[in-house]
């Protein structure tokens, strides 16, 4: 995939299908779920999806001039940090979990570069249920039409690294496709130090 400077690697079935389901199940009914307000254009609007903020006591993270305090971890995602870490060859001390109900549910372009996650975070991210596309396409005005499309699907992990974050953003639209469910777990490292 032309995408000079990421660092990209994708296990299509990280896990299989039964443990994804399984997991599916699991954490759609036991993490917390609630309706994030972010700021878009100096208005505070619901963020089109359902969220909830894990990690370590200290992993407090701002995003989008909200502060979120992270829930505790579960056994089952304390577990799944030890394997994704293990996996992705990195550490990790939160995950933000998104739950896309449907395809109207998106997440719009961004890059997490925020001061916290240093110069070159590793973010993991683990996709359970329904499908989706997540794009890619280079920072800047100039670069609009130059869109890298993966599809995530069940069980499949994507580690991004090096200057992925610096150097590119990325989105999942919204799809008029009848698509169920999609569970996202993104496990990131934060250095409370930095901000």
């Known amino acids: 995939m ?3 400077g990421a660092e990209l690697s994708l296990w ?3 896990l ?9 199940a699991e954490l759609r009914a036991t993490i917390p779920w609630e309706v994030h307000r972010i700021r878009i254009f100096g208005r505070e609007v619901d963020s089109p999806r359902l969220s909830c903020w894990i990690g370590d006591e200290d992993a407090t993270y701002v995003y989008s001039h ?4 992270p829930r505790p971890w579960t056994p089952t995602l304390a577990a799944l940090r030890e394997r ?4 992705c060859d990195a550490r990790f001390n939160s995950v933000l979990a998104n739950l896309y109900r449907d395809g109207r549910d998106s997440m719009g372009w961004h890059s997490d570069n925020e ?18 596309r997540f794009r890619l396409k280079p920072r800047g005005e100039a670069a609009r039409g130059d ?7 069940h069980g499949s992990l994507l580690r991004m690294a090096g200057d992925t974050q610096h150097r590119y953003v990325h989105d999942l639209p919204k799809t008029s496709a009848a698509v169920g469910p999609r569970l996202n777990l993104t496990f990131r490292w934060l250095d409370a130090s930095r901000r």
Request: charged share 20%; no cysteine; net charge negative.
């Open 2 to 4: 032309p995408l000079p």
């Open 84 to 87: 994704v870490a293990k996996a």
């Open 16 to 24: 299989g299908n039964d443990e994804a389901d399984a997991l599916l």
């Open 66 to 69: 909200t502060r979120f305090e």
């Open 12 to 14: 299509p079935q990280w």
């Open 147 to 153: 869109v890298q499309v993966i599809e995530l699907g």
């Open 115 to 132: 001061p916290e996650l240093g110069r070159q975070p590793v973010i993991a991210s683990l996709s359970l249920g329904a499908a989706r």
